[in-house]
């Protein structure tokens, strides 16, 4: 799968799933744009592709904050001459089977802990799609890939923005589509979870790799318009979309 001369930005590259979707898109000959509120860490993976001949910037960009993630598009877009493919990936996980600390329930969650991750996993997608939208015009098209995701017990406000991120990407599909701008924004769901870098070394023993989500997000940057709208999984070499949970 190749997404040569494809400009492809990722927010949350740093590490995770976005540093994996940062160097399967480069491996596949795109030009990629990694944005995390980390700067230390973004500037390791930054070395990474440095040493895989990948055409890269690094942007610190903190998706709560909206003019972050304006100067973002702007710097990507100067930098490469358009955008292509935007990644909303940056996002609060909570790893909570292995020993390490639940997150507190709801009668016990501070406003400012609830509005953390509102503000990261919701707001930041929001925002990253609202900003690249106007530059995928200027392409005639293009694509946004968000991230659903299970696995929440303990973690109700992970869970409340995945679901809101699986309807927003449904109705901006739909706003779009009115506008026949050839712009396919779809939602990814992994299916399973993936031990990243820095989770418990039991959970990276038994769970699959971050490496093991690079035909889904490979193939979600080149999915078909009919997909627009959808929250699709990887199965069998192909996208599937999952049952609708929104009424049109």
Same mark, same amino acid.
Not at 231 to 248: C, F, M, N, Q
């Given at each position: ?6 400009v492809? #930005?990722?927010?949350?590259?740093? !590490?995770?799933? =976005?540093?994996? &979707?940062?160097?399967?898109? /480069?491996?596949a @000959?795109?030009k ?35 003019s ?55 707001y ?7 900003? #690249?939208?106007?530059?995928?015009? !200027?392409?005639? =098209?293009?694509? &946004?890939?968000?991230?659903? /995701?299970?696995? @929440? ?9 995945k ?11 739909d ?23 820095d ?31 959808e ?18």
């Open positions: 799968m190749s997404l040569g001369n494809k492809a #930005v990722i927010t949350g590259a740093a !590490k995770g799933i =976005g540093r994996e &979707v940062a160097l399967a898109f /480069g491996r @000959g795109a990629v744009v990694l944005a995390d509120v980390d700067e230390q860490r973004l500037a390791l993976t930054g070395n990474q592709l440095l040493g895989e001949k990948i055409e890269h910037l690094l942007v610190q960009t903190d998706v709560q904050k909206e972050d993630v304006e100067r973002l598009m702007e710097r990507a877009a100067g930098q490469f001459g358009g955008i292509d493919v935007l990644v909303n990936d940056a996002g609060i996980v909570p790893h909570f089977a292995w020993g390490v600390p639940k997150w507190p329930a709801i009668r016990d969650m501070d406003e400012a802990y609830w509005d953390r991750v509102l503000r990261t996993n919701l930041g997608t929001f925002l990253g799609t609202k900003h #690249v939208l106007p530059y995928l015009d !200027k392409r005639g =098209g293009g694509h &946004v890939v968000n991230l659903h /995701g299970g696995g @929440g017990l303990y973690a109700c406000a992970y869970v409340v923005t679901e809101a991120i699986r309807t927003f990407t449904r109705y901006v599909a706003e779009e589509r009115q506008k026949n701008n050839n712009i396919c924004i779809i939602c990814v769901s992994p299916g399973q979870a993936t031990a990243t870098e989770a418990p070394e039991e959970a990276r023993r038994n769970l699959p790799a971050p490496s093991s989500l690079d035909d889904l997000f490979l193939l979600a940057a080149q999915a078909p318009m009919e997909l627009s709208g929250t699709v999984r990887y199965e069998d070499g192909a996208l599937h979309k999952l049952p609708s949970i929104v009424a049109r």
